[in-house]
């Protein structure tokens, strides 16, 4: 079992930065592909950004050359650096961990709350 835990969301201004923590437990977290998606009312949890093991990312083009992702094996956390943020960005934010050889296994975070807002 994984556990996640995400920390650093809040209310920021358009334009401002935030970032946001996924600290995890439970198992290796060196073998798994971890993720950051987002869900606002009304729309479909999206992907935003993710990052193998190996180190290689992928992100949504909506965020690309404003986010950042990136990992921790030594402090088993993952984390999503946020510039330039737009009203659009608001939403919860997910961390999820993907296991990449064993893909019934995967596990989310309770998510937290990135409201851009003047």
């Known amino acids: 079992q994984v556990q996640l835990v995400e920390s650093g969301g809040g209310l920021v201004q358009p334009g401002g930065f935030l970032r946001l923590s996924c600290a995890a437990s439970?198992?290796?977290?060196?073998?798994?592909?971890m993720g950051w998606y987002r869900q606002a009312p009304g729309k479909q949890r999206e992907l935003v950004a993710m990052i193998t093991s190996g180190g290689g990312t992928n992100y949504a083009g909506s965020v690309k050359g404003r986010f950042t992702i990136s990992r921790d094996n030594a402090k088993n956390t993952v984390y999503l650096q946020m510039n330039s943020l737009k009203p659009e960005d608001t939403a919860v934010y997910y961390c999820h961990a993907d296991h990449e050889t064993i893909p019934i296994y995967d596990y989310w975070g309770q998510g937290t709350q990135v409201t851009v807002s003047s």
């Open positions: 439970g198992s290796i977290f060196s073998i798994y592909t």
